[in-house]
């Protein structure tokens, strides 16, 4: 009796520091909810529907709390776009809730849960029309976050829309020319917000290498001569490209091919060299 009495005195006490310990982790509350949405493809046909969105906060947090949209990205099969389900992300929205936002994630249009055409689809390789599916996502976000303001908890003038790959892009774009364009809460079209310029070098092969991909200026390169991409001879911005190796693989395998067969020759002319003088000492 004692044992179970000093048993039931330790529960209390644990239960009581959990509720007046300042630290203790607050509850992260999950929901989910439909929201209407209408956009366009990039052959401008119409769809309208409704998609998934997961809701993450916590009661304690100030209010009104801040609104953060965080976009999935985009897999490159039907079946890989099919198996997101309900799109969670569970421990990035905890780690943002514990920052005092209320988190949406949304599954949009044509992805797990929500189904729906693949109103995403930017075309072939070689004729990518993105901004049309970017302007798709960008409507469905700025729906959701609509919808998720409407919550009494929730700020009507504070938001944040972030992203992972393709989701990302939703929040920022750039153009080809180096105009920044981003998302505003409130305006469904892209709004220019800056421009990013190239540079480039008389004698590109005299910068200093720092690693990593990066080069400094020096006296041998000149100084950097600053223009708008796409202009005067200056290279162009692509967004969602990675750049393709400058290495040419057949000159390299011929190379490797020429300097075997100089090393064979090499191996060969030594052997023999031995072998002569092996003969010679045997005389």
Known sequence: MVKEGLSMDWKKLVWLALLVLPGAQAMLREEQIDVPVKVNDAYGKTVEQTIKVTVFHDDVNPQPAPVLVLNHGRAPDAEGRSKLNRVRYTDASRFLVQRGFIVAVPTRIGYGVSGGPDIEDTGPCNAKRYPPAYAAAAEQTLAVLAAVRQRPDASRDRAVVMGQSYGGATAVTIAGDGTVSATIPGNATPQGIGSIALARFINPA??????????????????????????????????????????????????????????????????????????????
């Open 206 to 283: 005299g910068l200093t290498p720092l690693g990593g991909n990066l080069y400094a200026e020096s006296a041998a390169s000149g100084q950097p001569q600053a223009g708008t991409p796409g202009a005067d001879g200056m290279g162009a911005l692509m967004q969602g490209f990675v750049e393709t190796s400058n290495v040419n693989v057949v000159q390299e395998l011929v190379t490797m091919i020429q300097t075997q067969r100089a090393y064979e020759m090499n191996s060969k002319a030594i052997q023999t060299s031995d072998q002569m003088l092996q003969k010679l000492g045997q005389l």
